[in-house]
């Protein structure tokens, strides 16, 4: 069973079927960034009343998030910016972490002054640029939804593919568990088939 990213997958050497190689080929994957940042105290609760949700705006960031959890707590983090899927977030993924901090920061404090003064540290992370990711999640073209993901999820021999990227609930936790279970449970018919004296209880 392999759950590595296919445009990881894809530059592996092995012996997977000329088919397969092409499907997993069709696949890309999607840009996407985002930062962390810490704060001395949450000043959007306490100066601004914002308990949780999103403040969506057309700067370079694209959105701030509020935490929904530790209400009221002496400092908190806010997800400074999420960008993905556009020419924002290969931008954003090619400037350095201090570069990213900065622009956070400064863009950030046009919708809360108390950025500055409450600001502590930071942490970014651009998905394209991480060695064994190389990008937020896989992005299907119509084409290869069509001809591409059932090759995706037949094996090729003893091979199976799993991961989020083979259900439709891609980029998402419940599309890993659901791969995994489906991908085992298909093992596990397959053995019982192929060797039944071992599954029987014999």
């Not at 593919?161 to 489906?182: I, K, P, Q, V």
Request: net charge neutral; charged share 25%; glycine share 10%.
């Amino acid at each position: 069973m392999c759950t590595l990213p296919l445009c990881v997958l894809a530059d592996l050497p092995s012996d997977m079927s000329p088919e397969l190689r092409t499907a997993i080929g069709a696949v890309s994957y999607t840009p996407a960034g985002k930062i962390g940042l810490q704060f001395k105290r949450r000043f959007w609760e306490e100066d601004d009343g914002i308990f949780g949700g999103v403040t969506r705006t057309d700067q370079e960031i694209s959105e701030i998030v509020y935490p929904s959890m530790g209400f009221n707590e002496r400092k908190g983090i806010l997800v400074g910016y999420y960008v993905r899927g556009n020419t924002t977030a290969k931008a954003m993924g090619e400037r350095t972490p201090a570069e990213r901090q900065a622009v956070a920061l400064e863009q950030g404090e046009r919708i809360h002054p108390q950025y500055r003064g409450e600001f502590e540290t930071a942490f970014s992370v651009s998905w394209q640029r991480v060695r064994w990711n190389r990008g937020g999640w896989a992005q299907f073209s119509t084409e290869a939804r069509i001809n591409a993901y059932p090759v995706l999820l037949r094996p090729d021999r003893r091979l199976y593919l799993a991961g989020d990227h083979l259900t439709n609930t891609n980029a998402w936790m419940n599309g890993a568990f659901e791969s995994a279970r489906h991908v085992a449970t298909a093992i596990h018919v397959r053995v019982g088939q192929e060797y039944p004296q071992r599954t029987s209880g014999a």
